[in-house]
C-alpha cells in the first residue's frame, strides 16, 4: 500500500508536509513508511480504547512494528478522555509524541445555541 502510493506521489508531483495515518493498523503502518520516505511530519489518530491494539502487540508479534512507528510520530490525536490518559501508557520507552485531545464532531456554539433557544425548566415542588 505505501510504496503504491509513494509511486503515485512521485509520478503526479504532489507536495505535502504531513502523512495522516487514519488508524494504528494498518494505515499508520504504511503511513510511516511515506513520511519517513519524504522526510515530513507523521500524525495518527487514536478513536478506540488499546485493547485491540494490546492483543496485537501480544498475540500476533506486531509489537515489533508498533513501538518503531509510535516512537517516530510527531503528534497523536485521541479522540475521548480515557484515551488522552491512557495513551502515554502505551507508548515505548523513549517515545514522546505531542498527545493531542481532539474533540470529534462536537459543535459547542451549535450546543449553545440549542440550549439557549429551550425554554427555562419549570420548577418543581421538591426543588
Same mark, same amino acid.
Given at each position: 500500500?505505501?510504496?503504491?502510493?509513494?509511486?503515485?506521489?512521485?509520478?503526479?508531483?504532489?507536495?505535502?508536509?504531513? +502523512?495522516?495515518?487514519?488508524?494504528?493498523?494498518? $494505515?499508520? @503502518? #504504511?503511513?510511516?513508511?511515506? &513520511? =519517513?520516505?519524504? /522526510?515530513?511530519? %507523521? +500524525?495518527?489518530?487514536?478513536?478506540?480504547?488499546? $485493547?485491540? @491494539? #494490546?492483543?496485537?502487540?501480544? &498475540? =500476533?508479534?506486531? /509489537?515489533?512494528? %508498533?513501538?518503531?512507528?509510535?516512537?517516530?510520530?510527531?503528534?497523536?490525536?485521541?479522540?475521548?478522555?480515557?484515551?488522552?490518559?491512557?495513551?502515554?501508557? %502505551?507508548?515505548?520507552?523513549?517515545?514522546?509524541?505531542?498527545?493531542?485531545?481532539?474533540?470529534?464532531?462536537?459543535?459547542?456554539?451549535?450546543?449553545?445555541?440549542?440550549?439557549?433557544?429551550?425554554?427555562?425548566?419549570?420548577?418543581?415542588?421538591?426543588?
Amino acid at each position: 500500500m505505501s510504496y503504491q502510493a509513494i509511486r503515485l506521489i512521485k509520478r503526479t508531483g504532489c507536495r505535502f508536509d504531513m +502523512v495522516h495515518g487514519q488508524s494504528p493498523y494498518p $494505515s499508520a @503502518l #504504511a503511513a510511516r513508511i511515506i &513520511s =519517513r520516505h519524504f /522526510k515530513v511530519l %507523521f +500524525v495518527v489518530n487514536l478513536r478506540d480504547d488499546l $485493547s485491540h @491494539l #494490546a492483543s496485537l502487540y501480544e &498475540s =500476533r508479534g506486531s /509489537k515489533k512494528y %508498533f513501538d518503531p512507528m509510535f516512537a517516530s510520530l510527531s503528534a497523536i490525536f485521541v479522540h475521548g478522555p480515557v484515551l488522552f490518559r491512557d495513551v502515554p501508557k %502505551f507508548l515505548p520507552r523513549g517515545a514522546h509524541p505531542n498527545i493531542v485531545l481532539a474533540l470529534n464532531g462536537v459543535d459547542f456554539e451549535g450546543i449553545e445555541k440549542t440550549l439557549t433557544s429551550l425554554d427555562p425548566t419549570p420548577s418543581h415542588a421538591w426543588g
